[in-house]
């Protein structure tokens, strides 16, 4: 009985009338967004691990021709270079006593090479707009991001239009490669200005369709409240080099090394659900079929029998558990020698609850080796995971309203990001980070990120448009 009463209570919170599609703010026929789209899609801003590879000339670029694109916008808003890659635009509103929002996005891209013999079908930096799709690198992650906010604000400005509190934007070039000199400067730069904002809004989440079998094809809205944290460390183990035909008793760097890894392997973190996954899954209790809402209704009794499920595939089991991958290994040079050392990278994205220090402590009691040194291999920065913003919070609610008016089949929850976002070095400049676009990708578009034949719908360009523009409207 109480399954079913909390069932009902549950299901009567979360359950909304499913609107009609409300009326287009925009000519839905006009393609001149895609075209300006189009044109940053063809300058090549890649992201290369190795620094040295970047080009800052195609940089440089890319902000000269957002003034070309965007004349009332760099006319009406005050805008900031910071180092290469940084900038900053603020837009005055009309009420200076509201607080601040802040939009974020980056316009560097991954390399477009093939993929395990994979290549693309049309060029990646082609731009090409055929057959109601625009490809090209950058178009899903996430120039069309950055595009969509400029063109709004260019839209809105050309109707004589002002926001009531002030818009800030901030674009990094360097968020694949770590956001060390973009979003990391950026973020410092507004903290010293002392800066709070109502709201970020940044990357992270995407109107998933078929993603979720027991949706029935209904899209979800996956709106990132919190984001996993990031850390690799590197296990390091010593030996007696030497020749390899009298080695000693103890083994070589390598077995010991490898008998550490091994013990980490065997003992995984435990799964628990995040009070932002379980929330999810009770707005999704309307949606579902009535033995599932049950299940999500109840998970004061179900938890475990969820976390088991989520257990089973490896999608899902990273959003209940730190994850722990072993991606590197050295040891040895030649066969007939043994090595002094062996060394292996172990990566981690930290669930919401644990942090850097406790994984260290943790696997120190699991190696039981003081012959193994464990540090941060500090290739790239790492950080704790970031709390959960409340979602009755004003983001998500708002960002919850514009759906229900622009893609209303749509069903809106809060979500876990999984990746790493450039929002994680402005988590000190508000209480609500939300990683969000207004995309609606199926699982080949999602697979197409950093794959090849990344491409986006004219379709999803005009409703992203038409979502931040009501979106500015209500600020
Ligand atoms: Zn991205």
Request: glycine letters at 8%; charged letters at 25%.
């Amino acid at each position: 009985m109480i399954l079913l009463t909390r069932y009902a209570i549950i299901k009567k919170r979360y359950a909304r009338q499913v609107a009609q599609g409300a009326e287009s703010a925009h000519n839905s026929g006009d393609d001149s967004f895609a075209q300006k789209l189009s044109a940053l899609i063809q300058i090549p801003t890649v992201s290369w691990t190795d620094r040295d590879k970047i080009d800052p000339a195609l940089f440089r670029q890319f902000q000269s021709r957002l003034e070309e694109l965007f004349p009332l916008v760099h006319g009406n808003l005050t805008r900031d270079l910071h180092g290469d890659y940084g900038i900053i635009y603020h837009w005055k509103g009309r009420d200076s006593s509201l607080k601040p929002v802040l939009f974020l996005a980056h316009y560097d891209v991954v390399p477009a090479e093939e993929k395990g013999g994979e290549a693309w079908t049309e060029e990646p930096f082609s731009g090409l707009i055929k057959e109601g799709e625009l490809w090209g690198r950058g178009t899903l992650d996430i120039k069309t991001q950055l595009a969509f906010q400029l063109e709004t604000a260019e839209r809105l400005l050309g109707e004589g239009w002002q926001p009531e509190r002030d818009i800030w934007f901030a674009f990094g070039g360097d968020e694949e490669i770590s956001g060390r000199e973009g979003a990391q400067k950026m973020a410092e730069v507004l903290k010293n200005r002392g800066l709070r904002f109502e709201f970020i809004l940044d990357e992270g989440g995407v109107i998933a369709r078929d993603q979720l079998a027991f949706l029935k094809g209904r899209p979800a809205a996956l709106i990132g409240l919190e984001e996993k944290g990031f850390v690799t460390f590197k296990i390091s183990a010593s030996g007696a080099s030497g020749h390899s035909s009298m080695p000693t008793r103890e083994g070589t760097a390598i077995g010991r090394l490898s008998k550490g890894i091994v013990r980490l392997e065997k003992r995984l973190f435990p799964s628990r659900l995040t009070p932002v996954m379980r929330n999810m899954l009770e707005r999704l209790v309307p949606w579902v079929s009535f033995p599932l809402g049950v299940l999500f209704a109840n998970l004061w009794l179900t938890a475990p029998l969820i976390r088991f499920v989520f257990s089973r595939s490896p999608v899902t089991d990273s959003l209940i558990r730190t994850t722990q991958a072993v991606t590197v290994f050295k040891g040895g040079e030649q066969e007939n020698i043994l090595p002094g050392e062996a060394t292996c990278l172990v990566n981690h994205r930290i669930l919401p609850g644990d942090t850097i220090k406790s994984l260290e402590r943790r696997h120190r009691r699991t190696l039981r080796d003081p012959g193994l040194t464990l540090e941060d291999a500090g290739n790239w920065p790492s950080n704790d995971p970031i709390a959960g913003a409340d979602s009755e919070g004003s983001g998500f609610r708002l960002i919850q309203e514009v759906l229900e008016e622009t893609h209303p089949e749509v069903v809106a929850v809060p979500f876990l990001v999984n990746g790493s976002t450039d929002s994680k070095y402005y988590r000190e400049l508000s209480d609500q980070i939300l990683r969000f676009t207004p995309l609606v990708l199926r699982p080949e578009d999602i697979a197409s990120i950093h794959g090849v034949n990344e491409k986006v719908s004219l379709e999803n360009l005009r409703k992203g448009l038409e979502f931040y523009t009501r979106l500015f409207r209500r600020l």
